[in-house]
């Protein structure tokens, strides 16, 4: 692999998108069709990386009932009262199979301030108002200030707020791998713009081996 492209496995934040109850659970108030069924590939990767003690940044949606912070194309239908991601309610919070701890609950007020919520040792909430995680968040400071230059990249929904995300990376130079399946919403023509920017795609078995493989080096 190209040395500039290859990912940095000693580097590395693995960064979940609008991983949230409302946008998962069969039946929610926005639910994605295939979310659900990646969360399994999801969980799989957090579980190494914490057991590992390398970073995780969950990047999360969360919209104030009067709209003014939602997208333009969504804001008429939340001004009208659609429930989806609001403060403090059950859908904004992360799904339960994904949190390091059940007790853990979004700190609205923290988060739609700017700030980042610590939720474990390596791992924290952050909230980003528009698709890409890195557009008015605090997510390139906090990357640059633990040393990662590789983002792996999973979650919902690949059409809109990961396809962005990876670009947003693409664009600061930092290494990108999508999670292949682990990542819903995924499609051939996306696939291959990826490739053609450098994104390297991979399984979620794959970087759990290549994880594993730096991790018992250091060791």
């Known amino acids: 692999m190209d040395d500039y492209l290859s990912p940095d496995w000693a580097s590395v934040v693995l960064l979940t998108i609008d991983t949230q109850r409302d946008f998962t659970l069969p039946g929610a108030a926005a639910e994605v069709a295939g979310t659900a069924e990646v969360v399994p590939k999801i969980r799989r990767l957090l579980r190494e990386f914490r057991r590992q003690r390398r970073p995780i940044v969950h990047a999360v949606r969360i919209y104030r009932a009067d709209g003014t912070n939602a997208d333009l194309c969504r804001r008429r239908e939340i001004e009208q009262g659609r429930p989806v991601v609001l403060p403090d309610s059950d859908g904004v919070e992360l799904m339960d199979a994904l949190k390091p701890a059940a007790e853990i609950r979004l700190d609205d007020g923290r988060l739609l301030a700017g700030g980042l919520q610590r939720v474990g040792p390596d791992e924290w909430i952050m909230y980003k108002p528009r698709w890409g995680a890195f557009y008015n968040t605090p997510l390139e400071e906090h990357l640059a200030g633990l040393g990662a230059n ?70």
């Open 150 to 219: 590789t983002v792996v990249v999973c979650g919902c929904n690949f059409p809109n707020c990961p396809r962005s995300t990876v670009y947003e990376a693409s664009e600061r130079d930092l290494r990108v791998v999508l999670v292949s399946d682990a990542t819903s919403g995924l499609y051939d023509r996306g696939v291959l713009e990826l490739e053609n920017i450098g994104v390297n795609l991979m399984g979620a078995e794959e970087i759990l081996e290549e994880s594993r493989a730096v991790a018992s080096e250091v060791v």
